[in-house]
């Protein structure tokens, strides 16, 4: 999913690779016959969980209508880990740059390897 943060023809916006539920589990997990991080570990995963199945959704305005994202607060990560980006290769300088950002330890983070996982917090406070 992405979501662009700047006017129409600037090219500027935030891609959400992942996502850890906080609700709607069972919902999710039957939408991909998938249970624990696989879920939602993915960009393509999270879409699929939620019931996203096509592009019906593109140029929506977020918060308005049935597309509704929260300001709310609700955790605070332990630690934002800024990480190379997945699957840009061989585009230098973009390939190197730490522009993906993540919850260090969020086992809900995409390409995450389980030595990294933190099983006991999901690296929230």
Do not use: C, H
Request: aromatic share 8%.
């Amino acid at each position: 999913m992405d979501i662009s943060i700047q006017k129409a023809g600037t090219p500027n916006g935030i891609l959400i690779r992942g996502l850890q539920p906080l609700e709607g589990l069972d919902l999710m997990e039957k939408n991909r016959s998938k249970t624990g991080f696989d879920v939602s570990n993915g960009p393509a995963k999270w879409m699929a969980a939620f019931g996203i199945k096509d592009k019906s959704l593109s140029g929506t305005v977020l918060n308005e209508n049935n597309f509704n994202f929260s300001a709310k607060k609700v955790q605070t990560p332990q630690e934002i880990l800024a990480t190379p980006r997945i699957g840009v290769k061989n585009k230098e300088p973009w390939t190197s740059k730490n522009m993906r950002f993540i919850v260090k330890g969020n086992p809900y983070v995409s390409k995450l390897p389980k030595r990294e996982m933190n099983l006991d917090t999901y690296g929230w406070l």
